[in-house]
């Protein structure tokens, strides 16, 4: 089994920021894509960021340029900085890695952890 357990959400002021963090555990021989996406009440499932393995990393246009996703690969550890918050980014989020075993890859989902931006 993997563990994907998350922290670092909360409420926070419109303008301000927070930093999330998830780390994998468990059977796991490498991961390669790691991933942000949050959902809003009422609202599909959406993409925040990627990184690949190699640090490559993908947003959509509503958090580029205030979002930015990073990676320890030596701790399985995925992190997503967001500066600028808006009230729009009130969402519940969820952290995702594409999890390597021998002869097998999988998606792997975190809990969810609740970010409020509000004044």
């Known amino acids: 089994q993997v563990q994907m357990v998350e922290s670092g959400g909360g409420l926070v002021q419109p303008g301000g920021s927070l930093r999330l963090s998830c780390a994998a555990s468990g059977t796991i021989f490498s991961i390669n894509t790691m991933g942000w996406y949050r959902q809003a009440p009422g609202n599909q499932r959406e993409l925040v960021a990627l990184i690949t393995r190699g640090g490559t990393t993908t947003y959509p246009d509503s958090v580029k340029g205030r979002f930015t996703i990073s990676r320890d690969n030596a701790k399985n550890t995925v992190y997503l900085q967001m500066n600028s918050l808006k009230p729009e980014d009130t969402a519940v989020y969820y952290c995702?890695?594409?999890?390597?075993?021998?002869?097998?890859?999988?998606?792997?989902w975190g809990q969810g952890t609740q970010v409020t931006v509000s004044s």
């Open positions: 995702y890695a594409e999890v390597v075993r021998v002869g097998v890859t999988f998606g792997s």
